[in-house]
């Protein structure tokens, strides 16, 4: 599994994750918000896709689809010898691995290297199940087997979450209808622990992307930033404990700032709220629970996906960038990523240069092994 494969990842579980993103009404929080749910969903195609189907157009002839990623699989098989079109098992001509990839619904695979067409779409049909082609053949999956939705209603429970203090900002932000349980949407306050546990039920990664406005009292500033931050893992974690799962089983994500290795931050600098955000980041490297610390500087609304994103530490890149300033969406890409990964051991500052190519879906995994020390790798 991945989590062998990659010494920084945690621990996981049978069950599929759930994630819950706090701050989900906020900019950034909205982001990760939608970026987990796209990632959930090409995720839940990966698993539907990947097995063994019968083509009719070629009884008896293998077909496979291996999903590598959420975006991206292979296409294998074998054709009969010659002129014939049932295979025999003895003299089938195998084929592939072909490259394909993956989106929120559909494969589309190369399939030129056996001189079909480049760009053959195929949609994932649950009451097959099975792929229907554009071209109008009908693979059947072997197992005969319904993954990742019911098989009664075509749907599970939302395996992405947001806990928003205001069900209107909820309804504009998110689009929910009924803004309650049934859409994932919770109402809850960070610095209220009672109101923590419905959200964190069942929960195994948490996205935190609260933080305060830029006139916030210092109370405030501890409450939520602080404070706010200690109940929200004391939630995951007692959550997890009353299921029995193991808090290696768990992952945070947490946005905090660059800044914080200046004792007496200018209010352009970030101020006060340093102070807590630093001490928020301690007590996660110290609560048990795997996480990833992501410290962006500036933060700026422009497109995702766009300029260079660069990793750091210590601050480093407030002098050595310029402007120090990173989009929100690519401060969310790589939270989603950190996420759905399940990085852990990560503490970085992130920070986007014009200067360089820039930084894509498929370069995020290298973008976080690059923020870890030396010594880690």
């Known amino acids: 599994g991945r989590a062998d494969a990659h010494p920084h990842r945690a621990d996981e579980d049978a069950a599929p994750p759930v994630y819950l993103v706090t701050g989900a009404t906020g900019r950034t929080g909205s982001l990760v ?39 991206a699989a292979v296409v294998s098989g074998a054709d009969a010898a010659a002129d014939g079109r049932s295979c025999d098992g003895a003299t089938d001509v195998k084929w592939g691995p072909l490259a394909a990839a993956l989106d929120s619904d559909a494969i589309v695979v190369d399939f030129s290297p056996k001189g079909g067409p480049a760009d053959l779409r195929g949609v994932f ?8 082609w554009a071209d109008g053949n009908v693979w059947t999956k072997l197992d005969g087997r319904r993954h990742g939705r019911s098989a009664t209603d075509g749907r599970t429970a939302p395996a992405v979450r947001a806990l928003v203090t205001d069900l209107d900002a909820a309804r504009e932000v998110l689009g929910c209808t009924a803004c309650d349980a049934s859409e994932g949407i919770y109402l809850g306050d960070v610095t209220e622990p009672d109101t923590l546990d419905p959200a964190t ?63 007496n931050p200018a ?4 101020g006060e709220v340093l102070f807590y955000k630093l001490n928020a980041e301690a007590f996660l ?21 766009e300029q260079q994103l660069l990793t750091g530490h210590d601050d480093t890149m407030l002098t050595s960038v310029h402007p120090p300033v990173v989009a929100r969406a690519d401060v969310a890409r790589v939270m989603v990523q950190a996420l759905v990964e399940r990085q852990s051991g990560l503490r970085f500052d992130l920070c986007a240069s014009l200067r360089g190519p820039p930084t894509t879906d498929g370069d995020l995994d290298a973008l976080l092994d690059g923020a870890r020390w030396g010594w880690q790798a």
């Open 201 to 263: 039920d069942g929960v195994t990664a948490l996205a935190i992307a609260v933080g305060v406005g830029g006139n916030a009292t210092e109370d405030v500033m501890e409450a939520v930033e602080f404070r706010g931050v200690q109940n929200q893992v004391a939630s995951l974690a007692a959550s997890a404990r009353k299921r029995g799962a193991a808090l290696t089983s768990l992952n945070v994500a947490l946005i905090s700032s660059m800044g914080t290795t200046d004792p």
């Open 285 to 305: 490297g110290a609560s048990g629970v795997p996480a990833a610390v992501i410290k962006p500087c500036g933060l700026g609304d422009g497109e995702g996906s």
């Open 33 to 71: 918000y939608f970026g987990l749910q796209a990632a959930v969903a090409a995720q839940v195609v990966a698993d539907e896709l990947g097995g063994a189907y019968a083509d009719p157009n070629h009884p008896g002839c293998a077909r496979s689809v291996v999903a590598l990623s959420a975006g």
């Open 125 to 132: 049909d649950p009451s097959v199940p099975g792929i229907q």
């Open 267 to 270: 209010p352009y600098e970030g």
